[in-house]
């Protein structure tokens, strides 16, 4: 991900680089989609309704219920910060109708905090979320009524506060870290102008300490107001039964007068402000220029026809800015842009490059000099037509897209509220596009560029490796670059190369495949190829008329998967040559061709194959429509057969490497990590080093590759095909690809899997710079793999993490949020424990001490009532797997029995999964995870 676009991620900004002019703002031309019931209460309160039945695949008993407060942190007072956040909180406390809360009430339905219901804050919103799964009309009106409570008739009693004060705490604590500190540097420069950078949402330290219930009440009283909020349902209901509930729970709530909103755009100069990112764990050398602009919405077609305008040339610039990477001088790379919005009427364009440290200066020269150069040549015309044909195919494609979208309504009738927007009809407001566009030149584009490249507003700023401070002169000098490089003749812009059509190349004579074994009740065969690969070949038509699955119109695939004992864990030669090795074949493509030209017939072929190398294995899959079966298994056959390493490929990878090796500066949470490491796994040097890259040349590296690609591979594949004809293209492609391994020193060959070690430890480490402790526990048992145990675990671990969060958070208030993870790894046959989780430093040593207690308590939380949550839970995902992805999940389910048991059994045994889902034998299974073996890190800050 481009830095910049990580800046515009952090702040909340809607990017523009997909093409959706389905919103426009006040629009009176277009109304609203007509499947959207959608009105306004007398009281001003709105709501927008979606009855799910009105598609076929929606998901079945399925609400999503959103109510939405059109105020967040911007609309707070200075001596407010973080109160609407903190009312997002107190809002679940006591109300006037429900005395012992609001999430009881939520619990009380059999709902589940963070899964089932929550809430969010950000600068413009707040937001209450509600998942029902198995919809009733009760359930739903019930929600209705607690939504009413947290509206108009929260209490918000100063005592409830106190005690959600340490929670709030603990949220502000978990969240600092060396990228929000960059964040919101990154925030103060860009909102520059605003009060976005001066409404932090959390609040502060103080603000959550100090701030009394008295503000947050007068905050609800201003903000919480009939006339300033929505009701977004999507929902297997009839719409018009559900607005005259709405009307009964919310039409009574007198209307208000809402207090003057503060502006949220910035106030834009003429300046150029310059600025430096200064923390510490920086670890990148960086000069970034942005333009900031004005990009108001109307009523209008002209308005439409703007946004057109803008993307369009937002895709042309994403392109010529690509070519120019090309023409970089030395010590400059990564030449991006991207676009964005700072706020409602403001938009941000923003470009940057990556320097080598002590190039910062002739980073901003080249950022300049290639800026001004694509201003004043401006885009060529065949790009322009290129784009124009784009807008013309999404368009069309966008009218057939919108016909199913699945929850997808949820998320866009939300976004339409919160943004005042329409969400209009597809049809009509792309043939509208469609028309408009017709309208639209190259001199409109180009016209368009200029104005946002002579935008007289810009803020420039640098990061430099470990926050050093880095002079690239003063605005005036700059100012005088710019100058320069207009009077200057520059070159031509780059032109898009041409990219020859390739084919793959031809097959040697065919191999032979022959019957090693059949299952005739599973539809699973296996098949010896005369290369000595073997094949497993699964028909999943068979096993979906044993488990009444009906075939479905995207049953046309065939799933692929090819693993051979070629993991990075050797013992005898280096690991990092290893995953580098295949790193680097994975950017080859097909050696012999270009980049380009690979990555061109990959689009036009939609063919993607994926790689996974773990400590003792690798593996490629993919998955491809029947038809272009022959086309994936040529593009895995020339990868193996002629497995070299491009030299670009080599020398742009390893320059990477070596200058992420060479960077100096290691952040105090990575230290505290590879301390736990190396007492986990006996390691002493868990991160890569100048030292390790030295030996490992072209030359190296390729017989590396050659010696994984020798070793026997065993593939999987399950396909409608008729088996004949997929055993005829394993011969053709598959049977004669050489593997030849006594060419190599055996031992080269030996892997160990990375397991933890056995007994205890614990890392105290006093570093970290941050108010905050951190606690991590990391633990094994030795397990035999089987499915029911995985799911079993899966379980297990869910219901500690729900334990230790109410007892840890609920109960004492001394965390915000607890990360379980407990998973049966396959690899070593171990039950793997991991706990995570930030405190107050305070606190630290009495949290570790109750997590430990509750390790042993596993078994007793274990209850019927629980269990027969989970195990209708189950049912119903296992349900919806394979009725969604039957064939998916069975080419993984295939490969995981094949490997471990060396038959298809699972497949057999799919319908016993739950079998383990009984209060006695989780007790039983719980009774004996001790985690005995286990390393436990204590992270605190600096002495």
Excluded at 565 to 592: F, H, L
Excluded at 617 to 641: K, M, P
Excluded at 740 to 745: E, L, R, V
Aim: glycine share 4%; hydrophobic share 35%.
């Amino acid at each position: 991900m481009l830095f910049l676009q990580n800046i515009l991620r952090v702040l909340g900004l809607t990017c523009l680089m997909v093409f959706t002019f389905q919103a426009v703002a006040n629009d009176e031309g277009l109304s609203w989609d007509k499947r959207v019931v959608h009105g306004e209460l007398a009281n001003g309160f709105r709501y927008y309704l979606f009855d799910s039945r009105q598609e076929k695949d929606a998901p079945k008993g399925l609400t999503l219920a959103n109510l939405v407060v059109l105020s967040g942190a911007i609309d707070e007072e200075e001596n407010q910060l973080g109160v609407a956040h903190m009312v997002e909180h107190m809002v679940f406390h006591e109300s006037d109708g429900l005395p012992h809360g609001v999430r009881k009430a939520f619990t009380d339905l059999g709902l589940k905090q963070g899964r089932d219901f929550n809430a969010m804050t950000n600068s413009e919103n707040t937001r209450y979320m509600v998942n029902l799964k198995n919809t009733t009309a009760e359930q739903l009106n019930a929600v209705l009524g607690i939504y009413q409570q947290i509206a108009f008739h929260a209490k918000i009693k100063a005592s409830s506060l106190d005690k959600e004060r340490l929670i709030i705490q603990e949220e502000w604590r978990g969240k600092l870290s060396h990228r929000s500190r960059v964040n919101d540097e990154k925030k103060a420069l860009l909102r520059v102008g605003s009060l976005y950078p001066e409404r932090p949402v959390i609040g502060t330290q103080e603000t959550i300490k100090n701030t009394q219930a008295s503000e947050l009440r007068h905050f609800y009283q201003d903000w919480y107001a009939p006339n300033n909020m929505a009701l977004v349902i999507y929902a297997p209901v009839d719409s018009v039964e559900l607005e005259k509930q709405i009307k009964r729970t919310f039409g009574s709530e007198p209307k208000r007068v809402l207090p003057k909103r503060h502006p949220k755009d910035p106030l834009l100069d003429t300046d150029l402000k310059m600025g430096q990112l200064t923390d510490s764990g920086s670890k990148v050398n960086r000069v970034a220029l942005l333009y900031r602009f004005k990009n108001e919405h109307a009523n209008t077609d002209e308005s439409r026809r703007d946004g057109l305008i803008d993307y369009m040339t937002r895709n042309l610039l994403t392109d010529q800015i690509r070519r120019q990477r090309d023409v970089l001088p030395d010590h400059v790379r990564v030449l991006s842009s991207t676009k964005g919005s700072v706020s409602p009427n403001v938009d941000i364009l923003g470009f940057s490059v990556n320097v080598d440290e002590g190039y910062h200066a002739l980073g901003l020269e080249t950022l300049i000099q290639e800026l001004e150069r694509i201003k004043a040549h401006g885009f060529y015309q065949q790009d322009f037509d290129q784009v124009y044909q784009k807008v013309e195919k999404v368009a069309e494609r966008n009218k057939d897209a919108s016909k199913s979208r699945g929850t997808i309504w949820s998320v866009k009738m939300v976004d339409a509220v919160t943004s005042d927007k329409i969400l209009h009809d597809p049809k009509e407001s792309n043939d509208r596009l469609l028309q408009l566009v017709k309208t639209i030149s190259l001199k409109d584009v180009n016209a368009r560029l200029k104005q946002w490249l002579s935008s007289p507003d810009r803020i420039l700023y640098t990061q430099a490796v470990g926050g050093k401070n880095i002079d690239i002169g003063m605005p005036e000098s700059v100012t005088a670059i710019f100058d320069e490089m207009r009077s200057r003749p520059l070159g031509a812009l780059e032109k898009e190369k041409t990219v020859a059509t390739k084919v793959l190349p031809e097959t040697a004579k065919n191999g032979s495949v022959s019957l090693i074994s059949r299952n005739t009740e599973l539809g699973v065969s296996n098949w010896s190829l005369s290369n000595g690969d073997q094949l497993t070949l699964l028909d999943p038509s068979v096993l979906a008329e044993r488990y009444q699955i009906d075939p479905l119109e995207t049953d046309t695939k065939t799933f692929f998967t090819a693993v051979s004992a070629a993991g990075y864990n050797v013992k005898n030669g280096s690991t990092w040559a290893e995953q580098i090795a295949v790193q680097m074949a994975d950017a080859t493509g097909i050696y012999g061709w270009t980049d380009e030209e690979f990555q061109q017939w990959r689009k036009e072929n939609s063919v993607f194959l994926s790689s996974k190398q773990k400590a003792q294995s690798l593996a490629y899959r993919g998955a491809i429509e029947n038809d272009d079966l022959a086309t994936l298994l040529g593009v895995y056959r020339a990868n193996q057969v002629t497995p070299n390493i491009d030299k670009d490929v080599y020398d742009s990878i390893m320059a990477s490497l070596k200058r992420s090796a060479g960077v100096d500066v290691v952040r105090p949470i990575e230290m505290f990590s590879r301390r736990l490491a190396q007492a986990r796994f006996e390691q002493s040097q868990t991160a890569l080093a100048l030292s390790d890259l030295t030996p490992l040349s072209l030359e190296k590296l390729n017989q590396v590759r050659h010696k994984q690609v020798a070793l026997p591979v065993q593939y999987f594949m399950v396909s409608r095909l008729p088996e004949k004809q997929v055993t005829n293209l394993a011969a053709a492609y598959l049977a004669n690809i050489p593997r030849d391994t006594a060419s190599y020193d055996q031992s080269s060959y030996e892997t160990a899997p990375v397991i933890q070690q056995a007994g205890q430890a614990i890392v105290d480490v006093s570093l970290n710079t941050e108010p905050k402790a951190e606690y991590r526990l990391y633990a094994y048992q030795a397990v035999p793999w089987s499915p029911i145990a995985a799911v079993q675990l899966t379980y297990l671990g869910e219901r500690l993490e729900a334990q230790l969060k109410q007892r840890l958070r609920s109960e004492v208030q001394g965390v915000y949020s607890v990360r379980v993870g407990l998973d049966l790894n396959k690899e070593t046959n171990r039950a793997e424990l991991k706990i995570q989780y930030s405190s107050s430093p305070e606190r630290l040593d009495d949290l570790a001490e109750m997590t430990k207690k509750a390790l042993t308590e596993l078994p007793k939380m274990i209850t019927e009532e629980w269990v027969d949550e989970i195990h209708k839970a189950f049912a119903d995902v296992e349900q919806n797997r394979l009725e969604k992805d039957f064939d998916g999940t069975l080419v993984h389910r295939l490969e995981l029995s094949e490997t471990l048991y060396g038959d298809a059994r699972y497949l057999d045994e799919m319908d016993e999964l739950a079998s383990g889902l009984t209060v006695v034998k989780l007790k039983a299974f719980a009774e004996t995870l001790n985690f005995n073996d286990r390393v436990i890190g204590l992270y605190r800050p600096l002495d």
